[in-house]
């Protein structure tokens, strides 16, 4: 190990030749059948690599696929509570490991350590409450219409799923999909994010320690169009599992179209907080600066609409603008860093892009708006605040994906709600107000998957739905019971005993 310094001084965990790690497919580590290769490098210091990942193709997605087959001939078979075992030892590996991988996570993803505990400990709850069902995946039993018959429904697993995942979340969001997935019956094939390959790899290492049987689940790390098309195209996956931008979730969705495959899609998000006059100010500031710049803004729920009644929008612009100087940026193993890098060089070009837009439109910069070279040599970008926003400019509408807010002024909570439902998209929202009429209003109309009342729009947890309305998705629910409907499907089993032809609908005494 050799020591880096970063331009705040942190030591950060360079090797001086980085780790080669390998897919895992069938239950063996292997490298890409082609050979070849990609890095994983630090957002905070591009010269820190930390992996070097293969870059599959087709060949390593189709022998993933023809090894999670074959697996899934037992594994469906392998019953519930044994698979929620597997689950509940890797649950207590995760807590065993979670500060060494909440580093690693940083190290890789950018995002500050507390923040990257928050991801490992979401693990945790994850395949903690995935393992519970494995005593529950519950059906319904219910009476005939006829006599001396039994009617039941049961859940029973797709096969093969094909799991391709982010990388802001990119332990929590894998274990969203790959813990219910697994302890439904179904066997995997995981693509994490080109960002992130690292921490996917630390997942499913885990899950090996674990006991989960060769096949059961394989990791292919590499690109989109590479690996993520091949699982598109293969018709041995009965279901796609995404989360990840708009663009790419339509991609997948019409790739899928034609074979009917099962397809549950996570996406966009163009998050409002709504702040009426009587709120509670301080809060709403703590909320907002949490929601917006935590992360880095790169969340699927960030606040990065913030509307706010004329009354008090001077006062809560004032605060928000001394808070948000406040803000230290850096690397997020250092101490007291409150925002790190965004994920890459495309990223930090696109937010760019997007102040420029903003300020093209006529709103006005109130804080930000430039890279932040002083936090370190990597893709930091300052918290950006916009004042007097219009509802339907570009920075009030489309997804920015990084640590960029939009103050709207509205003069009431009719006009608030109009805004905040305006939008394409439909993820998270939050109101801050001591008006109990107003919040219940607020939550019956405002039309988004999540809806938070003095809190801010992230923070959500695991044993609650977890999605969103109108093109954040496709109409699934990730976590909760909810995600049992995406990982099985249905049947249902009508059991006659009383040995002779009856007629549903027509035999009725
Ligand atoms: C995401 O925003 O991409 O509620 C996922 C939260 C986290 C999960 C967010 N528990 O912000």
Not at 340 to 348: A, K, M, Q, R, T
Request: with cysteine; aromatic share 8%.
């Amino acid at each position: 190990m050799v020591g880096t310094q970063t331009a705040t001084g942190a030591q950060t965990e360079q090797t001086s030749t980085p780790k080669e790690f390998k897919n895992y497919i069938n239950g063996k580590w292997q490298p890409a059948k082609s050979g070849k290769t990609f890095q994983s490098i630090n957002p905070a210091n591009p010269a820190d690599i930390v992996g070097i990942f293969p870059a599959s193709d087709k060949q390593d997605v189709d022998e993933a696929v023809a090894a999670a087959k074959k697996a899934y001939e037992d594994w469906r078979l392998y019953p519930a509570p044994k698979r929620a075992e597997i689950l509940f030892r890797a649950g207590q590996i995760f807590i065993e490991r979670k500060e060494e991988l909440a580093r690693e996570l940083t190290r890789e993803m950018g995002k500050v350590l507390a923040e990257a505990r928050g991801d490992v400990q979401e693990v945790i709850d994850m395949v903690f409450y995935a393992a519970g069902e494995g005593r529950r995946l519950f059906g319904q039993t219910t009476p005939s219409e006829l006599r001396n018959k039994f009617a039941m429904s049961v859940r029973v697993p797709l096969g093969v799923i094909g799991c391709i995942t982010p990388w802001n979340f990119p332990m929590a969001i894998p274990s969203w999909k790959i813990a219910p997935a697994l302890v439904c019956g179904n066997t995997i094939v995981f693509k994490p994010a080109s960002d992130t390959p690292l921490v996917a790899t630390r997942f499913v290492e885990i899950l090996e320690e674990a006991g989960l049987p060769p096949g059961v689940l394989n990791l292919v790390t590499g690109g989109g169009s590479a690996v993520g098309d091949a699982m598109l195209e293969n018709p041995e996956i009965k279901l796609i599992s995404f989360t990840g931008s708009c663009d790419v979730g339509r991609h997948v969705n019409e790739k899928c179209a034609p074979s009917f495959k099962r397809v549950s899609l996570e996406m966009g998000g163009k998050n409002a907080t709504i702040v009426l006059d009587d709120a509670n100010l301080d809060l709403a500031v703590d909320g907002i600066l949490w929601g917006a710049f935590g992360t880095a803004g790169q969340r699927c729920t960030a606040t990065s609409r913030v509307i706010v009644q004329k009354g008090i929008y001077p006062q809560l612009r004032e605060k928000l603008l001394e808070r948000a100087k406040s803000l230290k940026l850096g690397y997020g193993l250092d101490a007291n860093v409150d925002v790190g890098p965004v994920i890459n060089e495309s990223s930090l070009k696109k937010i760019e892009k997007y102040v420029q837009i903003g300020q093209e439109e006529g709103a006005k910069l109130l804080f930000g708006g430039q890279r932040a070279p002083e936090a370190g040599p990597g893709w930091f970008f300052q918290p950006t605040i916009f004042d007097e926003v219009k509802p339907n400019m570009r920075i009030a509408q489309e997804e920015i994906f990084g640590p960029v807010t939009a103050l709207i002024p509205v003069s009431d909570l009719k006009e608030a709600l109009h805004v905040a439902n305006d939008i394409e998209f439909g993820l998270s929202t939050a109101i801050y107000t001591k008006d109990v009429n107003k919040a219940f209003e607020a939550v019956r109309d405002l039309e988004s998957g999540l809806t938070y009342v003095n809190a801010p729009t992230i923070g959500a947890e695991v044993h609650l739905p977890f999605g969103g309305t109108k093109n954040t998705g496709n109409g699934h629910r990730e976590a909760a019971e909810a995600c049992l409907d995406i990982f099985t499907e249905w049947k249902t089993v009508y059991i006659d005993y009383s040995d002779k032809l009856q007629r549903a609908q027509i035999d009725i005494e």
